[in-house]
């Protein structure tokens, strides 16, 4: 049975906000979470940014969920720390907290001041990273010099069971790479063939078999004119293809890209609509194509109504 998961979005709302959202989403229905790791919102209009790590700690305490986090070890965080990080959530909530994999954003990495590696060399240095964290969750004592340094790390305090480190992947050739190493691999919703484009490059790469997450960026409201104009305010600047959105270095920025977005452009990108059977029928055609959990982000500001309406509904028809 698929697992449909809530995502709680760190750049839109105040962690208290968000946590208090996560424990009505899990009474709801919905049976997992997922949440963004961002130093910056995407824009100013978002206005948020908490600390996904905290943020997962009081989550995992008080709701039954698991809980994942997109992160981009090597730059703003050091490997070791992210390990050691991952491996003290497993200790206290065995098997609910998990990673997923990348190679970042600039928006979010600018901030050591150390420039921005190409895309080539931010994979090998993430690739760098998860065999760094790999090793220290089997208990080894760790020296690496390369695109990261580790000198003499060794975790102490470790989870009973290796934790699991997804991949994360928009285009195709990414999640080929992906498939090589990762423990399953996490993408983003478009339109269905675009996705299964994604979806085997991964399993060519030797992803065959493996657990494959889907985050949702979807729009809902009361009628269509309000789910568009929600998701115009708050995510017009998330469209653009991920070559541009890694690669902006500010939330004005971002902005200022969004400036020319008209609302048709959302089409693709974002489901919009205020049919809760069309958002039933897009997120069957998702599992259609083998994906194991779908993390549905209302991108609107409208998080209640999003979370009863989907819950009374939407979960009970993906799930029957």
């Not at 050091?78 to 497993?90: E, K, Y």
């Not at 048709?264 to 059977?277: E, I, M």
């Not at 993390?295 to 939407?314: C, M, P, S, T, W």
Request: glycine share 10%; charged share 20%.
């Amino acid at each position: 049975m698929p697992l449909i998961g809530f995502h709680a979005s760190h750049e839109q709302f105040p962690p208290s906000e968000l946590l208090r959202l996560s424990q009505k989403a899990e009474g709801a229905g919905f049976q997992a979470a997922l949440n963004s790791d961002h130093f910056h919102p995407w824009t100013e209009a978002q206005g948020q940014s908490g600390f996904a790590w905290a943020f997962m700690g009081a989550a995992l305490a008080t709701t039954g969920l698991s809980f994942g986090s997109v992160t981009a070890p090597g730059q703003r965080y050091h490997p070791a720390i992210v390990a050691q990080a991952l491996a003290t959530l497993n200790e206290m909530f065995p098997g609910r907290a998990w990673m997923a994999l990348g190679s970042g954003q600039y928006l979010n990495e600018a901030i050591t001041g150390t420039g921005w590696p190409a895309k080539d060399l931010r994979n090998a240095r993430l690739k760098e990273c998860v065999d760094i964290m790999r090793a220290l969750f089997r208990g080894e004592t760790v020296t690496h010099r390369g695109l990261v340094t580790v000198e003499e790390a060794k975790l102490y305090t470790r989870p009973r069971d290796m934790p699991l480190l997804v991949g994360a992947a928009i285009t195709p050739r990414t999640a080929e790479w992906v498939g090589s190493w990762a423990d399953g691999l996490i993408t983003t919703a478009r339109p269905p063939e675009e996705l299964r484009q994604v979806v085997d490059a991964f399993r060519k790469g030797g992803g065959e078999g493996k657990p494959m997450f889907l985050k949702v960026q979807l729009s809902y409201a009361s009628d269509d004119e309000l789910a568009r104009e929600g998701a115009c305010n708050q995510w017009a600047a998330n469209i653009f293809a991920s070559g541009v959105l890694a690669d902006l270095r500010s939330p004005a920025q971002f902005a200022e890209a969004a400036s020319v977005v008209q609302p048709h452009d959302l089409d693709g990108p974002l489901r919009v609509s205020s049919s809760l059977q069309q958002h039933v029928d897009w997120l069957g055609e998702d599992l259609r194509l083998g994906f194991d959990r779908l993390y549905l982000h209302n991108v609107n500001r409208d998080q209640d109504g999003f979370i009863e309406a989907f819950g009374a509904k939407v979960i009970p028809a993906l799930t029957r």
